[in-house]
């Protein structure tokens, strides 16, 4: 049995599985086998680096309805097995956000995290008042425990959907997500900010036009403290959102303290999982987190 499976009665008894998407009408579901073969031929046959040491990773998402979460899982869990550049615990405990539990970890992924912080209980909002309040004073010593773990050198990941949460994380990340302008009607071009950036390399240099939900960030979205690998392309498709500096990053990397963050906002739809370049980007981005392929994160200006 999978991950993505053993982790499914779970989210279906806590009312999370099922249901629909909060920004597009698509039901969640797990991927198909033939789904899963595709994820599976798509994932690099090896890594980019070698690891410096035997890496494990706690990879955790859960909110009421997301599409691609089951997709993403699947996509690491193969990635993990695959390339062998760390090991993979999947988990929707906050419980794992203890400083004690934290240890054991080289990295955390964040996939898909949305509206539901990961340091909150599944059934938070089932939950009466009080055991709601108990529970965000408890986020708070939990979000401590990862900004601590990160500054003291391990690694923060997040995918798609990780900055539409509580703002605690996303001021982690280095943005926060303020809308959605293009809603993936249909593709819009991104442009590789740095070319020859070290987890731009799947790309060979070349932008691309992808169908996804291209996000709008806000506070403390800003170049003068991430290194934005890529954005949407406006010289090929018009502005559709409402910053002034017409900046719509697409994906960055920031220092924090001596550890590590990478953030991709791609990954909406099923069909990016089994996108090859993009699975290569997003390993390459857990093994910058992670410590074992080296890239500059020092944020730049935009050209």
């Not at 060979?204 to 890529?230: A, I, N, T, W």
Request: hydrophobic share 40%; net charge neutral.
């Amino acid at each position: 049995m999978s991950v993505v499976q053993k982790l499914a009665p779970a989210l279906v008894a806590a009312g999370l599985w099922t249901g629909l998407c909060a920004y597009a009408a698509e039901p969640v579901r797990l991927p198909t086998d033939e789904e899963v073969r595709k994820i599976e031929a798509a994932v690099p046959a090896k890594a980019t680096a070698q690891p410096k040491r035997p890496r494990k990773v706690l990879v955790c998402g859960v909110n009421e309805a997301h599409l691609p979460v089951p997709f993403c899982a699947k996509a690491i869990e193969i990635m993990a097995r695959k390339t062998g550049a760390f090991e993979a615990v999947f988990s929707n405990d906050p419980a794992m956000f203890d400083a004690e539990n934290l240890k054991q970890f080289d990295a955390v992924i964040l996939n898909n995290s949305h509206t539901f912080s990961p340091l909150l209980p599944p059934n938070f909002k089932k939950m009466p008042k009080e055991e709601q309040a108990r529970a965000r004073e408890r986020a708070k010593t939990l979000q401590k425990n990862l900004e601590e773990f990160v500054a003291g050198g391990k690694g923060l990941v997040g995918i798609h959907g990780a900055t539409v949460g509580l703002p605690e994380i996303g001021n982690l990340l280095g943005g926060n997500f303020a809308d959605w302008p293009w809603k993936g009607k249909e593709p819009f071009p991104v442009k590789l900010d740095e070319p020859d950036h070290p987890l731009n390399a799947a790309f060979g240099g070349q932008g691309f036009s992808v169908l996804d939900e291209g996000y709008q960030f806000k506070e403390p979205y800003s170049r003068e403290h991430v290194r934005v690998l890529m954005s949407i392309d406006l010289s090929k498709t018009p502005d559709l959102g409402k910053r002034p500096d017409g900046d719509y990053a697409m994906g960055w990397v920031k220092p924090y303290g001596q550890g590590r963050i990478f953030y991709s906002a791609l990954g909406h739809f099923p069909e990016l999982y089994w996108n090859p370049q993009l699975l290569r980007h997003w390993l390459d981005g857990i093994q910058f987190a992670l410590g074992d392929l080296e890239a500059d994160a020092t944020p730049r200006a935009k050209k």
